[in-house]
């Protein structure tokens, strides 16, 4: 059982600042891309931004140079560090990765896992 498990999340007043994490835990060999999404009412999931197992990062444009994406791959933890926040920022915010796990049949597969998702509201 794989699962991610994500914090941090909370109500913020516009301008200032949050960070997520999300860790990864159960049984795999490694994590390649790790991500964040986010989803607001009546609106489809976007991507936020995502890193790369070696550090590559790309962010939305509507988030360049206010959030920061980083990963700790000994703890298989990715962050985001939110600053500047803007009201149209409010959603809840979920945390994706794709994990290389146990196949049944091959020796590996890749897995992609969904956290649950954390609020992030920012007031006016």
């Known amino acids: 059982q794989v699962q991610l498990v994500e914090s941090g999340g909370g109500l913020v007043q516009a301008g200032g600042s949050l960070r997520l994490s999300c860790a990864a835990s159960?049984?795999?060999?490694?994590?390649?891309?790790m991500a964040w999404y986010r989803q607001a009412p009546g609106k489809q999931r976007e991507l936020v931004a995502a890193i790369t197992s070696g550090g590559s990062t790309k962010y939305a444009d509507s988030v360049k140079g206010r959030f920061t994406i980083s990963r700790d791959n000994a703890k298989n933890t990715v962050y985001l560090q939110m600053n500047s926040l803007k009201p149209e920022d409010t959603s809840v915010y979920y945390c994706?990765?794709?994990?290389?796990?146990?196949?049944?049949?091959?020796?590996?597969?890749?897995?992609?896992?969904w956290g649950q998702g954390t609020l992030v509201t920012v007031s006016s």
């Open positions: 994706n990765a794709d994990l290389v796990v146990a196949g049944t049949l091959e020796l590996y597969r890749y897995l992609e896992v």
């Open positions: 159960g049984s795999f060999f490694s994590i390649n891309d």
